[in-house]
């Protein structure tokens, strides 16, 4: 049987999540704006290791229980291990959540994901999976990325942008993608007009917090510790060898006078980005999240 990608991928996951938000600004979130004071339910599709349970048990009322949905073994399996020594009650299902086997009870208060709708081929239909876990008066949160957006807000010290991100290029990649395989990294700016469809009520949507900033003047350490996140997340990555390369960014759509920009660009951006680099980022997730009114 051939391995599930994500779980060769535990510990890029578990070294790449803090680049996407600050601990109070989930805080902020859990507290003032979904003002959740009561213990809930969670049911986390796509959970992985269990990343946003852990982020969200500990801010939320005592008593608050939570269940974490993936089709990764290995996955499951780490997370039942980092939970294990928890006072949180948790629960883990092994199902394959990008097809119709997953039949869930409708009696979870919130529905989450977190980076999951995007590798799905039919996010709409997960959606409605998700809207249909959930009790009346519930909610559903959705963490999704919105690429283009991630990809408008690098800034390297000496370096326009457009010597470094082709962005007319990357859209028509993202969108020729997600037209091709249904798997969309831009979902994340979408999901408010999708839960619209589903009936969701007083739906709203935010952006993440976080500005990376990779700083050469401070701490050593700190600095090491951006960088490997950085380059783990692709950051900076040297392309394939420039012929196949080219190619294939032309069967995914662009035109060759296209693909040797990219080319040019991403190969430029793994030259001159290093641990001595001055460079901010930041990432630009979307969340996005309703009332389930049945």
């Known amino acids: 049987m051939e391995k599930y990608y994500w779980d060769t991928k535990i510990?890029?996951?578990?070294?790449?999540?803090?680049?996407?938000?600050?601990?109070?600004?989930?805080?902020?979130?859990v507290k003032y704006v979904w003002k959740l004071?009561?213990?809930?339910?969670?049911?986390?599709?796509?959970?992985?290791?269990?990343?946003?349970?852990?982020?969200?048990?500990?801010?939320?009322?005592?008593?608050?229980?939570?269940?974490?949905?993936?089709?990764?073994?290995?996955?499951?399996?780490?997370?039942?291990?980092?939970?294990?020594?928890?006072?949180?009650?948790?629960?883990?299902?092994?199902?394959?959540t990008d097809t119709n086997e997953i039949e869930l009870e409708r009696k979870y208060d919130i529905a989450v994901s977190h980076a999951f709708l995007l590798h799905v081929s039919d996010p709409k239909r997960m959606l409605q999976k998700m809207v249909t876990s959930v009790i009346d008066g519930g909610k559903i949160i959705c963490f999704e990325p919105h690429w283009i957006s991630g990809m408008s807000s690098?800034?390297?010290?000496?370096?326009?942008?457009?010597?470094?991100?082709?962005?007319?290029?990357?859209?028509?990649?993202?969108?020729?993608g997600a037209k091709r395989t249904g798997k969309d990294g831009n979902i994340g700016v979408k999901i408010p007009q999708y839960l619209s469809e589903l009936g969701v009520k007083n739906i709203e949507c935010r952006?993440?917090?976080?500005?990376n900033f990779l700083n050469p003047y401070v701490n050593i350490e700190d600095n090491e510790r951006l960088y490997n996140s950085l380059k783990e997340e692709g950051v900076g990555e040297e392309p394939a060898r420039k012929e196949s390369y080219i190619k294939d960014l032309i069967i995914r759509g662009l035109t060759l006078e296209e693909a040797q920009k990219q080319y040019e660009s991403v190969f430029l951006f793994s030259q001159v980005f290093n641990i001595n680099s001055s460079l901010a980022w930041a990432p630009s997730m979307k969340i996005t999240f309703g009332d389930v009114k049945k």
Do not use: M, W
């Open 154 to 176: 690098y800034y390297i010290d000496g370096y326009d942008q457009s010597q470094l991100v082709q962005l007319g290029s990357l859209q028509k990649l993202y969108e020729e």
């Open 207 to 211: 952006g993440s917090d976080k500005v």
């Open 37 to 96: 004071s009561k213990p809930v339910h969670i049911i986390d599709f796509g959970c992985g290791y269990g990343y946003l349970g852990l982020k969200l048990l500990p801010l939320l009322p005592a008593g608050s229980k939570y269940t974490g949905v993936d089709k990764g073994r290995q996955l499951i399996s780490e997370a039942k291990e980092l939970y294990h020594n928890t006072p949180y009650e948790t629960e883990f299902i092994l199902t394959d």
């Open 11 to 29: 510990e890029y996951l578990k070294r790449t999540r803090d680049l996407y938000y600050n601990d109070d600004y989930i805080e902020f979130l």
